[in-house]
């Protein structure tokens, strides 16, 4: 593999933002049109799946805000990691590909730890809430975050670089493999069951998270991972459903009418709850 290409195409790339929405975008479009070409469910929208689309458009670009913020601290913390040979991959004198696989799965399980931690804390729920609370899931669902729930997940992407001490081309393809799966897994696309079931072997399959998406319990409790299947096996929490027994949204906390309404969304972690 030629190593030189792919770093010197990722270790920059963090300041080409204009490539970087590209990339969000292009990965959009395409599972947006494939959506209404073998979709999984005939998605009944309240309004129309433009509507839909804008309030989850909503919620991306304050999503992106943030993390445009923090990069400043990624940044620079990755950087202060190369000078100082803080990290694992720096205790271990990791050879370039070690280097991309432990930086790469590194930060794959803080999206997986962040994600266990904002369900069991019920504080820290409120905010994911506002991502479950969509009823109808398809490709826009996947950056659909309440800002509280960005930024502790910016928080935990900035602890494992730490730990890590992945070198920004690490944290780059790590980025894009996160955007790309995050549009494949929450779009309303039908996989045969087969390529689906083995795909999550290893990987996150629509079908896997959308068993995640369920609107009931425990299964709303499982599947938590972002592109590798490994780390809910591992840690107990993998789950199967037929994705003809899935149905989106929450069973409680607010109507599920409201789940366009952004308003609401945006005020509903700060208020009491009443469950």
């Keep these: 593999m030629n190593w ?98 432990i930086g790469v799965l590194a930060l794959d399980f803080s999206s997986w730890w962040v994600h266990w931690v904002m369900h069991r804390q019920p504080r820290l729920w409120k905010f994911h809430l506002i991502h479950h609370s969509d009823t109808k899931v398809d490709v826009t669902t996947g950056l659909r975050h309440h800002p509280g729930d960005s930024l502790l997940r910016g928080l935990f992407f900035i602890l494992f670089i730490f730990l890590s001490g992945a070198p920004m081309y690490a944290v780059m393809i790590y980025q894009t493999l996160v955007v790309g ?55 107990g929490t993998f789950s ?10 929450i069973d409680r906390y607010y109507p599920a009418d409201k789940d366009e309404d952004l308003k609401t969304l945006l005020k509903k972690p700060f208020q009491r709850s009443q469950d």
């Design 181 to 235: 799966f995050t549009a494949f897994t929450h779009a309303n696309i039908a996989l045969p069951t087969a390529i689906d079931k083995a795909l999550s072997i290893l990987f996150v399959s629509p079908n896997m998270h959308k068993v995640h998406h369920h609107r009931f319990q425990p299964y709303t409790d499982t599947n938590y991972g972002a592109v590798f299947s490994i780390w809910d096996r591992l840690l």
């Design 4 to 101: 030189s290409s792919m770093i010197d195409y990722f270790k920059d790339l963090e300041q080409r933002p204009l490539e970087r929405m590209g990339i969000l975008v292009g990965g959009l479009l395409f599972f947006w049109i494939l959506e209404g070409v073998i979709p999984i469910f005939p998605l009944r929208y309240r309004t129309n799946k433009l509507r839909h689309a804008a309030v989850n458009f909503v919620f991306t670009v304050i999503h992106l805000i943030i993390h445009s913020i923090l990069a400043i601290v990624i940044v620079w913390l990755s950087d202060w990691c190369q000078q100082h040979a803080i990290g694992l991959v720096h205790w271990t004198s990791a050879s370039i590909g070690w280097t991309i696989l």
């Design 240 to 249: 199967t459903l037929s994705i003809h027994d899935v149905q989106y949204g």
